[in-house]
């Protein structure tokens, strides 16, 4: 099992920028959920293990970049943040390949809250 700790969630105007963070306790393929309430949790953006392809969502791409170092962190820069942009962020892992389907990831994080001010 990987254990995953988030950070960086916070409230921030529309156009504003945050970054999150995500460590986990070894290395494994790396993804970005986020939930608002009654709905599904939505694929964000997801990085290989090795971090030589990453993939964003078409509501996203543009405007977030998924990152990873090479100590297991992976980081999702958020820029131009928009009002629907407001749910609470997830991070994933799996030992597999980056999937789009929350069902395919074992291990979360706790979730952080990202609150964006119209």
Not at 38 to 52: D, L, N, Y
Not at 83 to 110: I, K, L, M, N
Request: charged residues 20%; aromatic residues 10%.
């Amino acid at each position: 099992q990987v254990q995953l700790l988030e950070s960086g969630g916070g409230l921030v105007q529309a156009g504003g920028s945050l970054r999150l963070s995500c460590t986990a306790s070894e290395r494994a393929a790396m993804a970005w959920f986020r939930q608002t309430p009654g709905k599904e949790r939505e694929f964000v953006a997801g990085i290989t293990w090795r971090g030589g392809n990453s993939y964003h969502s078409n509501s996203v791409r543009g405007r977030f970049r998924i990152s990873r170092d090479s100590k297991n962190t992976a980081y999702l820069q958020m820029n131009n943040l928009k009002p629907e942009d407001t749910a609470v962020y997830y991070c994933a892992a799996t030992q597999g390949s980056v999937s789009f389907r929350a069902s395919d990831y074992a291990d979360w994080g706790q979730g952080t809250q990202v609150t964006v001010s119209s």
